[in-house]
Protein backbone atom coordinates (compact mmCIF):
# COMPACT_ATOMS: atom_id res chain seq x y z
CA UNK A 1 0.00 0.00 0.00
CA UNK A 2 1.65 3.66 -0.97
CA UNK A 3 -0.57 5.57 1.48
CA UNK A 4 -1.17 4.75 5.37
CA UNK A 5 -4.51 3.76 6.20
CA UNK A 6 -6.03 7.01 7.77
CA UNK A 7 -4.17 9.14 4.63
CA UNK A 8 -6.05 6.48 1.98
CA UNK A 9 -9.32 6.51 3.79
CA UNK A 10 -9.28 10.25 3.93
CA UNK A 11 -8.61 10.51 0.27
CA UNK A 12 -11.28 8.16 -1.00
CA UNK A 13 -13.77 10.41 1.06
CA UNK A 14 -12.56 13.45 -0.82
CA UNK A 15 -13.40 11.19 -4.12
CA UNK A 16 -17.18 10.90 -3.09
CA UNK A 17 -17.41 14.48 -2.20
CA UNK A 18 -16.01 15.28 -5.21
CA UNK A 19 -18.65 13.29 -7.35
CA UNK A 20 -21.00 14.68 -4.95
CA UNK A 21 -20.21 18.07 -6.00
CA UNK A 22 -20.88 17.63 -9.67
CA UNK A 23 -24.75 18.13 -8.95
CA UNK A 24 -24.09 21.39 -7.60
CA UNK A 25 -21.83 22.65 -10.62
CA UNK A 26 -24.18 21.38 -13.26
CA UNK A 27 -26.53 23.17 -11.67
CA UNK A 28 -24.28 26.26 -11.41
CA UNK A 29 -23.47 25.87 -14.85
CA UNK A 30 -26.94 25.33 -16.69
CA UNK A 31 -27.70 29.04 -14.49
CA UNK A 32 -24.68 30.04 -15.73
CA UNK A 33 -24.73 28.94 -19.39
CA UNK A 34 -28.88 30.22 -20.03
CA UNK A 35 -27.46 33.69 -18.61
CA UNK A 36 -24.32 33.94 -20.67
CA UNK A 37 -26.65 33.16 -23.90
CA UNK A 38 -29.83 35.21 -22.74
CA UNK A 39 -28.01 38.50 -21.20
CA UNK A 40 -26.71 40.40 -24.43
CA UNK A 41 -30.00 40.84 -25.66
CA UNK A 42 -30.80 43.62 -22.19
CA UNK A 43 -27.42 45.53 -24.07
CA UNK A 44 -29.34 45.13 -27.46
CA UNK A 45 -32.26 45.42 -28.21
CA UNK A 46 -33.33 45.88 -24.36
CA UNK A 47 -35.70 44.26 -21.59
CA UNK A 48 -38.48 46.10 -23.39
CA UNK A 49 -38.37 43.68 -26.89
CA UNK A 50 -39.27 41.22 -24.49
CA UNK A 51 -42.54 42.66 -22.81
CA UNK A 52 -44.50 43.26 -26.34
CA UNK A 53 -47.39 41.64 -27.20
CA UNK A 54 -46.85 39.15 -29.28
CA UNK A 55 -44.48 36.70 -30.75
CA UNK A 56 -42.92 37.46 -34.56
CA UNK A 57 -39.58 36.40 -34.42
CA UNK A 58 -38.90 35.85 -38.58
CA UNK A 59 -40.17 39.03 -40.55
CA UNK A 60 -39.60 41.32 -43.52
CA UNK A 61 -41.07 44.65 -41.22
CA UNK A 62 -39.81 43.87 -37.83
CA UNK A 63 -39.78 40.69 -35.98
CA UNK A 64 -41.30 41.32 -32.09
CA UNK A 65 -40.35 38.68 -29.28
CA UNK A 66 -42.53 39.27 -26.81
CA UNK A 67 -42.94 36.44 -24.07
CA UNK A 68 -46.67 36.63 -23.57
CA UNK A 69 -48.28 34.57 -25.74
CA UNK A 70 -45.94 32.02 -24.72
CA UNK A 71 -46.57 32.27 -20.79
CA UNK A 72 -50.46 32.39 -21.42
CA UNK A 73 -49.95 29.29 -23.70
CA UNK A 74 -48.20 27.34 -21.15
CA UNK A 75 -50.39 28.28 -18.45
CA UNK A 76 -53.60 27.95 -20.19
CA UNK A 77 -52.53 24.11 -20.99
CA UNK A 78 -50.60 23.94 -17.47
CA UNK A 79 -54.08 24.38 -15.48
CA UNK A 80 -56.14 23.01 -17.94
CA UNK A 81 -54.06 20.08 -17.62
CA UNK A 82 -53.27 19.96 -14.15
CA UNK A 83 -57.63 21.02 -13.58
CA UNK A 84 -58.26 17.20 -15.27
CA UNK A 85 -55.77 15.16 -13.77
CA UNK A 86 -56.77 16.31 -10.35
CA UNK A 87 -59.79 14.56 -9.73
CA UNK A 88 -58.53 11.19 -11.75
CA UNK A 89 -55.15 11.27 -10.15
CA UNK A 90 -56.29 11.70 -6.25
CA UNK A 91 -58.99 9.40 -6.55
CA UNK A 92 -57.01 7.05 -8.68
CA UNK A 93 -54.62 7.45 -5.34
CA UNK A 94 -57.82 7.10 -2.68
CA UNK A 95 -58.73 3.93 -4.71
CA UNK A 96 -54.91 2.07 -4.73
CA UNK A 97 -54.49 3.10 -1.11
CA UNK A 98 -57.62 2.56 0.36
CA UNK A 99 -60.46 0.35 -1.41
CA UNK A 100 -58.69 -1.72 -4.01
CA UNK A 101 -58.42 -5.35 -3.36
CA UNK A 102 -54.86 -6.99 -3.24
CA UNK A 103 -55.40 -8.03 -6.55
CA UNK A 104 -56.00 -5.07 -8.23
CA UNK A 105 -53.47 -3.12 -6.23
CA UNK A 106 -51.01 -5.50 -7.98
CA UNK A 107 -51.80 -5.02 -11.16
CA UNK A 108 -52.97 -1.20 -11.20
CA UNK A 109 -49.93 -0.05 -9.52
CA UNK A 110 -47.06 -0.96 -12.09
CA UNK A 111 -49.33 -0.45 -14.94
CA UNK A 112 -49.97 2.85 -13.97
CA UNK A 113 -45.91 3.37 -13.57
CA UNK A 114 -45.89 1.79 -16.80
CA UNK A 115 -47.33 4.67 -18.32
CA UNK A 116 -44.84 7.16 -16.69
CA UNK A 117 -42.46 4.99 -18.82
CA UNK A 118 -43.87 5.75 -22.23
CA UNK A 119 -41.64 8.16 -23.99
CA UNK A 120 -43.88 11.68 -24.39
CA UNK A 121 -42.90 11.68 -27.62
CA UNK A 122 -45.40 8.71 -28.30
CA UNK A 123 -48.24 9.74 -26.07
CA UNK A 124 -47.41 13.03 -28.54
CA UNK A 125 -47.96 11.14 -31.31
CA UNK A 126 -50.78 9.23 -30.23
CA UNK A 127 -53.06 12.77 -29.94
CA UNK A 128 -51.77 13.88 -33.31
CA UNK A 129 -53.57 10.60 -34.67
CA UNK A 130 -55.94 9.89 -32.65
CA UNK A 131 -57.11 12.38 -29.83
CA UNK A 132 -57.05 15.11 -32.37
CA UNK A 133 -59.57 13.96 -34.57
CA UNK A 134 -61.87 13.12 -31.98
CA UNK A 135 -61.63 16.84 -30.29
CA UNK A 136 -62.36 18.17 -33.57
CA UNK A 137 -65.26 15.87 -34.31
CA UNK A 138 -66.55 16.74 -30.69
CA UNK A 139 -66.12 20.31 -31.06
CA UNK A 140 -66.79 21.21 -34.51
CA UNK A 141 -63.40 22.65 -35.02
CA UNK A 142 -61.15 23.07 -38.22
CA UNK A 143 -58.15 21.54 -36.50
CA UNK A 144 -58.17 18.98 -33.97
CA UNK A 145 -54.69 20.49 -32.34
CA UNK A 146 -55.67 23.00 -29.53
CA UNK A 147 -54.63 23.83 -25.92
CA UNK A 148 -57.45 21.17 -24.99
CA UNK A 149 -55.93 18.28 -26.72
CA UNK A 150 -52.40 19.29 -25.18
CA UNK A 151 -53.87 19.48 -22.19
CA UNK A 152 -55.59 15.88 -22.16
CA UNK A 153 -52.31 14.25 -22.81
CA UNK A 154 -50.55 16.27 -20.26
CA UNK A 155 -52.91 15.63 -17.48
CA UNK A 156 -52.53 11.46 -18.46
CA UNK A 157 -48.94 12.16 -18.36
CA UNK A 158 -48.80 13.84 -15.16
CA UNK A 159 -51.38 11.27 -13.03
CA UNK A 160 -48.63 8.71 -12.35
CA UNK A 161 -46.93 11.23 -10.73
CA UNK A 162 -49.58 12.54 -8.77
CA UNK A 163 -51.14 9.32 -7.69
CA UNK A 164 -47.29 7.75 -6.49
CA UNK A 165 -47.07 10.68 -4.37
CA UNK A 166 -50.56 10.88 -3.19
CA UNK A 167 -51.06 6.91 -2.23
CA UNK A 168 -47.43 7.76 -0.18
CA UNK A 169 -49.25 10.52 1.62
CA UNK A 170 -52.76 8.64 2.30
CA UNK A 171 -50.58 5.30 3.22
CA UNK A 172 -48.45 7.38 5.82
CA UNK A 173 -51.69 8.85 7.85
CA UNK A 174 -51.48 6.84 11.32
CA UNK A 175 -53.78 4.17 11.41
CA UNK A 176 -55.45 5.06 14.73
CA UNK A 177 -56.63 8.07 12.37
CA UNK A 178 -58.81 4.88 10.59
CA UNK A 179 -59.51 3.00 13.18
CA UNK A 180 -60.58 5.60 15.47
CA UNK A 181 -63.61 6.98 12.79
CA UNK A 182 -64.78 3.31 12.13
CA UNK A 183 -65.22 2.68 15.90
CA UNK A 184 -67.20 6.34 16.16
CA UNK A 185 -69.29 4.26 13.62
CA UNK A 186 -68.26 5.83 10.79
CA UNK A 187 -68.38 4.10 7.42
CA UNK A 188 -65.86 3.16 5.26
CA UNK A 189 -66.39 6.09 2.91
CA UNK A 190 -67.39 8.71 5.69
CA UNK A 191 -63.64 7.68 6.69
CA UNK A 192 -62.05 8.07 3.54
CA UNK A 193 -63.49 11.67 3.28
CA UNK A 194 -63.72 13.64 6.15
CA UNK A 195 -60.45 11.68 8.60
CA UNK A 196 -57.89 10.63 5.63
CA UNK A 197 -58.38 12.70 2.58
CA UNK A 198 -57.68 15.74 5.18
CA UNK A 199 -54.59 13.72 7.20
CA UNK A 200 -53.14 13.80 3.75
CA UNK A 201 -53.90 16.61 2.33
CA UNK A 202 -50.45 18.62 1.93
CA UNK A 203 -48.83 15.02 0.45
CA UNK A 204 -51.58 15.24 -1.95
CA UNK A 205 -51.17 19.18 -2.59
CA UNK A 206 -47.80 18.64 -3.28
CA UNK A 207 -48.21 15.26 -5.64
CA UNK A 208 -50.50 18.04 -7.48
CA UNK A 209 -47.66 20.56 -8.02
CA UNK A 210 -44.89 17.96 -8.81
CA UNK A 211 -47.41 16.81 -11.34
CA UNK A 212 -47.74 20.24 -12.81
CA UNK A 213 -43.93 20.81 -12.67
CA UNK A 214 -43.96 17.74 -14.81
CA UNK A 215 -46.21 19.60 -16.97
CA UNK A 216 -45.20 23.00 -17.79
CA UNK A 217 -41.53 21.74 -18.89
CA UNK A 218 -42.84 18.90 -20.71
CA UNK A 219 -42.37 19.63 -24.58
CA UNK A 220 -42.94 16.67 -27.01
CA UNK A 221 -46.55 16.15 -26.63
CA UNK A 222 -47.45 19.70 -27.10
CA UNK A 223 -45.30 20.63 -29.48
CA UNK A 224 -47.00 18.11 -31.63
CA UNK A 225 -50.37 18.42 -30.75
CA UNK A 226 -51.24 22.24 -29.06
CA UNK A 227 -50.40 23.86 -32.75
CA UNK A 228 -48.39 26.16 -32.19
CA UNK A 229 -49.87 29.41 -33.07
CA UNK A 230 -48.61 32.50 -30.93
CA UNK A 231 -51.79 33.50 -29.99
CA UNK A 232 -52.83 35.35 -26.72
CA UNK A 233 -55.60 33.59 -25.33
CA UNK A 234 -57.26 31.63 -22.95
CA UNK A 235 -59.78 29.60 -24.58
CA UNK A 236 -58.95 25.91 -25.08
CA UNK A 237 -60.35 25.11 -28.10
CA UNK A 238 -57.82 27.44 -29.56
CA UNK A 239 -54.50 26.33 -31.04
CA UNK A 240 -51.12 27.75 -28.53
CA UNK A 241 -47.70 28.29 -28.53
CA UNK A 242 -46.14 27.01 -25.03
CA UNK A 243 -42.75 28.30 -24.17
CA UNK A 244 -41.26 24.84 -24.78
CA UNK A 245 -42.73 24.05 -27.91
CA UNK A 246 -41.12 27.50 -29.00
CA UNK A 247 -37.56 26.59 -27.92
CA UNK A 248 -37.75 23.26 -29.68
CA UNK A 249 -39.32 24.33 -32.70
CA UNK A 250 -37.21 27.10 -33.68
CA UNK A 251 -33.76 26.64 -31.58
CA UNK A 252 -33.01 24.21 -34.85
CA UNK A 253 -33.30 27.01 -37.55
CA UNK A 254 -31.81 30.32 -35.66
CA UNK A 255 -28.52 31.63 -36.68
CA UNK A 256 -26.50 31.61 -33.92
CA UNK A 257 -25.58 34.64 -31.76
CA UNK A 258 -29.15 36.21 -33.17
CA UNK A 259 -31.65 38.41 -31.25
CA UNK A 260 -34.10 35.50 -32.21
CA UNK A 261 -31.35 33.08 -30.52
CA UNK A 262 -30.99 35.42 -27.56
CA UNK A 263 -35.15 35.18 -27.01
CA UNK A 264 -35.41 31.79 -27.10
CA UNK A 265 -32.59 31.42 -24.21
CA UNK A 266 -34.53 33.78 -22.26
CA UNK A 267 -38.10 31.67 -22.83
CA UNK A 268 -35.49 29.22 -21.56
CA UNK A 269 -34.71 31.19 -17.85
CA UNK A 270 -38.18 31.81 -17.65
CA UNK A 271 -39.35 28.33 -17.52
CA UNK A 272 -36.61 27.32 -15.17
CA UNK A 273 -37.71 29.76 -13.23
CA UNK A 274 -41.64 28.95 -12.95
CA UNK A 275 -40.39 25.14 -12.43
CA UNK A 276 -37.85 26.03 -9.33
CA UNK A 277 -40.42 27.64 -8.17
CA UNK A 278 -42.92 25.11 -8.58
CA UNK A 279 -40.72 22.60 -7.42
CA UNK A 280 -39.25 24.05 -4.44
CA UNK A 281 -42.61 25.28 -3.00
CA UNK A 282 -43.87 21.20 -3.93
CA UNK A 283 -40.83 20.00 -1.89
CA UNK A 284 -41.31 22.36 1.16
CA UNK A 285 -44.93 21.02 1.40
CA UNK A 286 -43.73 17.69 1.30
CA UNK A 287 -41.28 18.22 4.00
CA UNK A 288 -43.70 19.47 6.25
CA UNK A 289 -45.89 16.54 6.19
CA UNK A 290 -43.34 14.22 6.37
CA UNK A 291 -41.83 15.48 9.23
CA UNK A 292 -44.99 14.97 10.88
CA UNK B 1 -81.08 3.73 4.16
CA UNK B 2 -79.51 7.10 2.69
CA UNK B 3 -76.67 7.03 3.98
CA UNK B 4 -76.03 3.16 2.57
CA UNK B 5 -76.69 4.38 -0.64
CA UNK B 6 -74.38 7.32 -0.45
CA UNK B 7 -71.66 4.89 0.64
CA UNK B 8 -72.37 3.08 -2.69
CA UNK B 9 -72.30 5.98 -4.67
CA UNK B 10 -69.00 6.82 -3.72
CA UNK B 11 -67.01 3.79 -3.96
CA UNK B 12 -68.23 3.86 -7.65
CA UNK B 13 -66.91 6.83 -8.23
CA UNK B 14 -63.39 5.86 -7.24
CA UNK B 15 -63.64 2.67 -8.75
CA UNK B 16 -64.88 4.02 -12.12
CA UNK B 17 -62.13 6.68 -12.24
CA UNK B 18 -59.44 4.04 -11.73
CA UNK B 19 -60.89 2.31 -13.94
CA UNK B 20 -61.21 4.69 -16.61
CA UNK B 21 -57.55 5.57 -16.22
CA UNK B 22 -56.65 2.03 -16.64
CA UNK B 23 -58.31 1.42 -19.99
CA UNK B 24 -56.57 4.83 -21.43
CA UNK B 25 -53.70 3.75 -20.75
CA UNK B 26 -54.88 0.24 -22.13
CA UNK B 27 -56.20 1.75 -25.03
CA UNK B 28 -52.69 3.94 -26.68
CA UNK B 29 -50.66 0.78 -25.66
CA UNK B 30 -52.94 -1.73 -28.13
CA UNK B 31 -53.58 0.99 -30.48
CA UNK B 32 -49.83 1.31 -31.29
CA UNK B 33 -49.15 -2.33 -31.21
CA UNK B 34 -52.18 -3.23 -33.10
CA UNK B 35 -51.07 -0.52 -35.88
CA UNK B 36 -47.25 -1.47 -35.16
CA UNK B 37 -46.84 -4.74 -35.39
CA UNK B 38 -47.92 -5.82 -39.24
CA UNK B 39 -44.93 -3.49 -40.02
CA UNK B 40 -42.58 -4.98 -37.89
CA UNK B 41 -40.18 -6.93 -39.98
CA UNK B 42 -36.24 -8.10 -40.75
CA UNK B 43 -36.41 -5.81 -43.20
CA UNK B 44 -37.88 -2.54 -41.10
CA UNK B 45 -35.46 -3.40 -37.88
CA UNK B 46 -32.14 -4.22 -39.85
CA UNK B 47 -32.18 -1.96 -42.93
CA UNK B 48 -31.37 1.81 -43.57
CA UNK B 49 -34.11 4.03 -44.51
CA UNK B 50 -34.42 4.57 -48.22
CA UNK B 51 -36.37 6.80 -50.32
CA UNK B 52 -36.26 10.39 -48.39
CA UNK B 53 -37.90 7.48 -45.34
CA UNK B 54 -40.69 6.19 -46.94
CA UNK B 55 -39.41 2.92 -47.40
CA UNK B 56 -36.73 0.93 -45.72
CA UNK B 57 -36.00 0.15 -42.17
CA UNK B 58 -35.13 2.14 -39.19
CA UNK B 59 -31.65 0.38 -37.79
CA UNK B 60 -29.83 3.66 -38.00
CA UNK B 61 -31.85 5.05 -35.54
CA UNK B 62 -32.11 1.98 -33.53
CA UNK B 63 -28.46 2.01 -33.05
CA UNK B 64 -27.96 5.68 -32.60
CA UNK B 65 -30.47 5.56 -29.57
CA UNK B 66 -28.48 2.16 -28.24
CA UNK B 67 -25.22 4.48 -28.65
CA UNK B 68 -27.00 6.91 -26.69
CA UNK B 69 -28.53 5.04 -23.43
CA UNK B 70 -24.88 3.19 -23.25
CA UNK B 71 -22.91 6.07 -23.00
CA UNK B 72 -25.17 7.89 -20.82
CA UNK B 73 -25.15 4.91 -18.44
CA UNK B 74 -20.71 4.86 -18.44
CA UNK B 75 -20.80 8.37 -17.71
CA UNK B 76 -24.08 8.99 -15.15
CA UNK B 77 -23.98 5.37 -13.27
CA UNK B 78 -20.16 5.92 -11.26
CA UNK B 79 -20.81 9.83 -10.66
CA UNK B 80 -24.75 8.98 -9.53
CA UNK B 81 -23.24 6.12 -7.63
CA UNK B 82 -20.21 7.96 -6.01
CA UNK B 83 -22.48 10.77 -5.03
CA UNK B 84 -25.01 8.78 -3.69
CA UNK B 85 -22.17 6.84 -1.17
CA UNK B 86 -21.27 9.92 -0.22
CA UNK B 87 -24.48 11.42 1.05
CA UNK B 88 -25.65 8.19 2.40
CA UNK B 89 -22.17 7.30 4.73
CA UNK B 90 -19.96 10.78 4.81
CA UNK B 91 -22.26 13.49 4.72
CA UNK B 92 -22.89 15.01 7.95
CA UNK B 93 -26.00 16.88 8.51
CA UNK B 94 -25.03 20.70 7.73
CA UNK B 95 -25.41 23.63 4.99
CA UNK B 96 -22.83 22.01 2.25
CA UNK B 97 -25.18 18.78 2.24
CA UNK B 98 -28.24 20.94 2.37
CA UNK B 99 -26.79 22.91 -0.41
CA UNK B 100 -26.24 18.99 -2.60
CA UNK B 101 -30.01 18.08 -1.73
CA UNK B 102 -31.05 21.39 -3.22
CA UNK B 103 -29.02 20.85 -5.87
CA UNK B 104 -30.54 17.40 -6.58
CA UNK B 105 -33.92 18.40 -6.38
CA UNK B 106 -33.79 21.35 -8.15
CA UNK B 107 -31.68 19.42 -11.49
CA UNK B 108 -34.86 16.84 -11.15
CA UNK B 109 -37.36 19.63 -11.62
CA UNK B 110 -35.52 21.08 -14.91
CA UNK B 111 -37.46 20.38 -17.90
CA UNK B 112 -36.24 18.51 -20.43
CA UNK B 113 -35.96 21.04 -23.16
CA UNK B 114 -33.74 23.05 -20.62
CA UNK B 115 -31.28 20.61 -20.27
CA UNK B 116 -31.54 20.93 -24.37
CA UNK B 117 -30.17 24.45 -24.25
CA UNK B 118 -27.81 23.98 -21.77
CA UNK B 119 -26.28 21.01 -23.52
CA UNK B 120 -26.21 23.30 -26.83
CA UNK B 121 -25.26 26.38 -24.58
CA UNK B 122 -22.38 24.10 -23.21
CA UNK B 123 -21.07 21.06 -24.84
CA UNK B 124 -22.01 22.06 -28.43
CA UNK B 125 -20.80 25.49 -28.96
CA UNK B 126 -18.69 26.16 -25.71
CA UNK B 127 -16.54 23.16 -25.83
CA UNK B 128 -16.96 22.76 -29.85
CA UNK B 129 -17.95 19.31 -29.54
CA UNK B 130 -20.80 19.82 -32.00
CA UNK B 131 -23.71 18.32 -32.58
CA UNK B 132 -22.52 14.86 -31.86
CA UNK B 133 -23.22 11.69 -29.56
CA UNK B 134 -21.01 12.97 -27.44
CA UNK B 135 -22.56 16.48 -26.79
CA UNK B 136 -25.63 14.36 -26.61
CA UNK B 137 -24.74 12.00 -24.23
CA UNK B 138 -23.16 14.68 -21.46
CA UNK B 139 -26.11 16.24 -21.61
CA UNK B 140 -28.76 13.19 -20.55
CA UNK B 141 -26.09 12.24 -18.30
CA UNK B 142 -26.55 15.59 -16.33
CA UNK B 143 -30.58 15.10 -16.69
CA UNK B 144 -30.43 11.54 -15.51
CA UNK B 145 -27.70 11.85 -12.39
CA UNK B 146 -30.21 12.94 -10.15
CA UNK B 147 -32.84 10.05 -10.21
CA UNK B 148 -29.35 7.59 -10.08
CA UNK B 149 -28.69 8.94 -7.02
CA UNK B 150 -31.92 9.28 -5.24
CA UNK B 151 -32.44 5.85 -6.04
CA UNK B 152 -28.87 4.48 -5.14
CA UNK B 153 -28.96 6.76 -1.97
CA UNK B 154 -32.20 4.79 -1.08
CA UNK B 155 -30.73 1.14 -2.01
CA UNK B 156 -27.56 2.26 0.24
CA UNK B 157 -29.83 2.90 3.75
CA UNK B 158 -31.53 -0.16 3.57
CA UNK B 159 -28.56 -1.50 4.41
CA UNK B 160 -28.65 -2.36 8.27
CA UNK B 161 -26.99 -0.30 10.83
CA UNK B 162 -25.73 -2.97 12.21
CA UNK B 163 -23.42 -4.17 9.58
CA UNK B 164 -21.66 -0.93 9.30
CA UNK B 165 -21.02 -1.22 13.75
CA UNK B 166 -20.00 -4.55 13.44
CA UNK B 167 -17.18 -3.72 11.56
CA UNK B 168 -15.84 -0.34 12.56
CA UNK B 169 -16.10 -1.96 16.37
CA UNK B 170 -13.98 -4.71 14.84
CA UNK B 171 -11.18 -1.66 14.17
CA UNK B 172 -11.69 -1.40 10.22
CA UNK B 173 -11.63 1.32 8.66
CA UNK B 174 -14.85 3.68 7.13
CA UNK B 175 -13.20 2.81 3.88
CA UNK B 176 -13.18 -1.26 4.49
CA UNK B 177 -16.46 -0.74 6.23
CA UNK B 178 -17.85 0.63 3.04
CA UNK B 179 -16.17 -1.67 0.05
CA UNK B 180 -16.77 -5.21 2.37
CA UNK B 181 -19.81 -4.84 3.94
CA UNK B 182 -22.08 -1.89 2.55
CA UNK B 183 -21.37 -1.86 -1.31
CA UNK B 184 -21.81 -5.45 -1.83
CA UNK B 185 -25.43 -5.87 -0.29
CA UNK B 186 -26.31 -2.69 -1.88
CA UNK B 187 -24.84 -2.38 -5.26
CA UNK B 188 -27.44 -4.66 -6.92
CA UNK B 189 -30.30 -2.76 -5.59
CA UNK B 190 -27.94 0.62 -6.74
CA UNK B 191 -28.10 -0.75 -10.72
CA UNK B 192 -31.52 -1.55 -11.05
CA UNK B 193 -32.56 1.44 -9.72
CA UNK B 194 -30.32 2.88 -12.02
CA UNK B 195 -31.71 1.20 -15.43
CA UNK B 196 -35.00 2.28 -14.25
CA UNK B 197 -34.08 5.67 -14.69
CA UNK B 198 -32.04 5.20 -17.48
CA UNK B 199 -35.58 4.02 -19.44
CA UNK B 200 -36.21 7.11 -19.60
CA UNK B 201 -33.48 8.14 -21.46
CA UNK B 202 -34.13 6.25 -24.88
CA UNK B 203 -37.32 7.91 -24.90
CA UNK B 204 -36.22 11.65 -24.42
CA UNK B 205 -36.49 14.14 -27.40
CA UNK B 206 -36.21 16.75 -26.18
CA UNK B 207 -32.15 17.36 -25.44
CA UNK B 208 -31.59 15.32 -28.28
CA UNK B 209 -33.38 17.51 -30.52
CA UNK B 210 -30.88 20.29 -29.87
CA UNK B 211 -27.67 18.48 -29.07
CA UNK B 212 -27.41 14.90 -31.36
CA UNK B 213 -30.19 14.27 -33.89
CA UNK B 214 -30.00 14.24 -37.37
CA UNK B 215 -32.77 14.48 -39.59
CA UNK B 216 -32.04 11.78 -42.31
CA UNK B 217 -28.73 10.14 -42.16
CA UNK B 218 -29.18 6.51 -43.65
CA UNK B 219 -25.86 5.50 -42.18
CA UNK B 220 -24.60 3.95 -38.75
CA UNK B 221 -22.04 7.04 -36.76
CA UNK B 222 -18.28 6.21 -36.86
CA UNK B 223 -17.36 8.06 -33.99
CA UNK B 224 -18.40 9.91 -30.88
CA UNK B 225 -18.04 13.41 -32.64
CA UNK B 226 -20.77 12.22 -35.41
CA UNK B 227 -24.67 12.90 -35.60
CA UNK B 228 -26.99 10.20 -35.17
CA UNK B 229 -30.41 9.05 -36.24
CA UNK B 230 -32.77 8.26 -32.65
CA UNK B 231 -35.51 7.20 -32.43
CA UNK B 232 -37.60 9.34 -30.77
CA UNK B 233 -36.70 11.80 -33.11
CA UNK B 234 -37.43 9.88 -36.52
CA UNK B 235 -40.73 9.19 -34.84
CA UNK B 236 -41.30 13.16 -34.35
CA UNK B 237 -39.72 13.71 -37.61
CA UNK B 238 -42.10 11.10 -39.99
CA UNK B 239 -45.07 12.00 -37.84
CA UNK B 240 -45.09 15.95 -38.44
CA UNK B 241 -42.44 16.90 -40.63
CA UNK B 242 -42.08 14.86 -43.45
CA UNK B 243 -43.55 14.88 -47.00
CA UNK B 244 -45.62 12.41 -47.43
CA UNK B 245 -46.65 12.17 -43.58
CA UNK B 246 -49.77 9.68 -44.46
CA UNK B 247 -47.97 7.55 -46.71
CA UNK B 248 -45.29 6.52 -44.17
CA UNK B 249 -48.01 6.16 -41.12
CA UNK B 250 -47.30 2.68 -41.32
CA UNK B 251 -43.77 3.66 -40.58
CA UNK B 252 -44.75 5.93 -37.58
CA UNK B 253 -46.70 2.79 -35.60
CA UNK B 254 -43.98 0.80 -36.38
CA UNK B 255 -41.42 3.27 -35.12
CA UNK B 256 -43.64 4.48 -32.06
CA UNK B 257 -43.79 0.31 -31.45
CA UNK B 258 -40.23 -0.01 -31.58
CA UNK B 259 -39.67 2.77 -29.28
CA UNK B 260 -41.74 1.55 -26.89
CA UNK B 261 -40.82 -2.43 -26.58
CA UNK B 262 -37.17 -0.89 -25.47
CA UNK B 263 -38.06 1.83 -23.10
CA UNK B 264 -40.49 -0.76 -21.45
CA UNK B 265 -37.82 -3.82 -22.25
CA UNK B 266 -35.48 -1.99 -20.07
CA UNK B 267 -37.73 -1.06 -17.68
CA UNK B 268 -39.19 -4.46 -17.10
CA UNK B 269 -35.92 -6.24 -17.24
CA UNK B 270 -34.84 -3.83 -14.19
CA UNK B 271 -38.16 -4.37 -12.54
CA UNK B 272 -37.27 -8.30 -13.24
CA UNK B 273 -34.02 -8.06 -11.87
CA UNK B 274 -35.22 -6.14 -8.69
CA UNK B 275 -37.25 -8.36 -7.59
CA UNK B 276 -34.70 -11.37 -7.77
CA UNK B 277 -32.15 -9.38 -5.95
CA UNK B 278 -34.77 -8.73 -3.08
CA UNK B 279 -35.31 -12.24 -2.62
CA UNK B 280 -31.55 -12.84 -2.58
CA UNK B 281 -31.30 -10.50 0.44
CA UNK B 282 -33.60 -10.13 3.26
CA UNK B 283 -32.65 -8.51 6.66
Known amino acids: MIFPGPVKDKLIKYCFLGAASTSILIVLLIFGFL ?17 DSRWVPVSFVQERFGLLPLVTGSLVVTMLATLIAIPFGVCGAIYIAEIAGSWEREIFKPFIELLAGIPSVVIGFFGLIVLGPIVKEVFGLSSGLTALTGA ?26 KEASLAMGATRMQTIIKVIVP ?18 GETMAV ?7 PMVTLSPVEPVYTMTAVIASEMGEVAFGSEHYRALFWVGLVLLFATFIINYIAQKVLHTYQQR | MKSRWSEKWIYWVFRITTYFIILTISWIIFDIVIKGLPVISWEFLFAAPREGGTKGGIFPAIVGTLCLVLGTILIALPLGMLSAVYLSEYAKPGRFTRAIRLAIVTLAGVPSIVFGLFGLGLFVIFFNFGTSILAGILTLACMILPTIIVSSEESLRAV ?23 LPYSVSGMLTGSILGVGRVAGETAPILLTVAAFFLPKLPGSIFDQVMVL ?3 LYILATQHHEMDLVRP ?7 VLIALVLGINIFAIFLRSHFRKKYKW
Not at chain 1, 152 to 177: C, F, G, H, N, Q
Not at chain 1, 223 to 229: D, F, I, K, V, Y
Not at chain 2, 251 to 257: F, H, I, S, V
Request: hydrophobic share 50%; aromatic share 6%; charged share 15%.
Open chain 2, 160 to 182: PLGLREGSLALGATKWQTIYKNV
Open chain 2, 251 to 257: LQYGTAL
Open chain 1, 152 to 177: LLLALMSIPTIITISEDAIKSVPRSY
Open chain 1, 199 to 216: AALSGIIAAVMLGMGRVI
Open chain 1, 223 to 229: LMCTGNA
Open chain 1, 35 to 51: GKEAVPFLREPGLGKLL
Open chain 2, 232 to 234: PYH
